[in-house]
């Protein structure tokens, strides 16, 4: 996190913040870490599944554990990444706002990650009586 990196280009990079999410892991492990780096730079997040809430929301206070627990808006976040993974392809020097980069390295970004990231699809489906749309694994 507190490091500096360098693009293939020269351009120096730093990674200002990082979200680590507490589902299946020890969220104490996460907890002394995000206070170990600085409570900023590294939240701890937890996935909301809920139609229509906001991609992050950051909390006003920290909570018992001293720490900026952030809900992160799951199905939002799908919809978001869907749309903008339909967008045509750019080349990969032109700079393009809200595009989408995977590396081309198979150690980092494989066909297993690939599948991961398409593998559910938004459908209707009746829960209490109405409609809704929800986020489906495909299998």
């Not at 170990?36 to 909301?48: C, M, Q, S, T, W």
């Not at 393009?96 to 990650?113: C, G, L, N, V």
Request: aromatic fraction near 8%; charge should be positive.
């Amino acid at each position: 996190i507190n490091k500096k990196y360098r693009h293939a280009d020269g351009t120096e990079m730093t990674i200002s913040r990082v979200c680590w999410d507490i589902g299946g892991i020890d969220g104490e492990i996460v907890y002394q870490r995000s206070k170990k780096h600085g409570v900023f730079r590294g939240l701890p997040v937890k996935g909301a599944s809920v139609y229509g809430k906001p991609v992050i929301t950051m909390p006003k206070t920290r909570n018992q554990r001293g720490v900026y627990l952030c809900e992160v808006g799951t199905d939002t976040a799908k919809e978001i990444l869907y749309a903008r993974m339909k967008a045509d392809p750019t080349p990969v020097d032109e700079a393009t706002s809200y595009a989408i980069r995977f590396p081309d390295d198979p150690e980092i970004f494989s066909q297993t990650e690939a599948q991961q990231l398409v593998a559910e699809e938004l459908v209707e489906k009746w829960e209490k009586g109405k409609m809704r749309l929800l986020w489906d694994n495909k299998k």
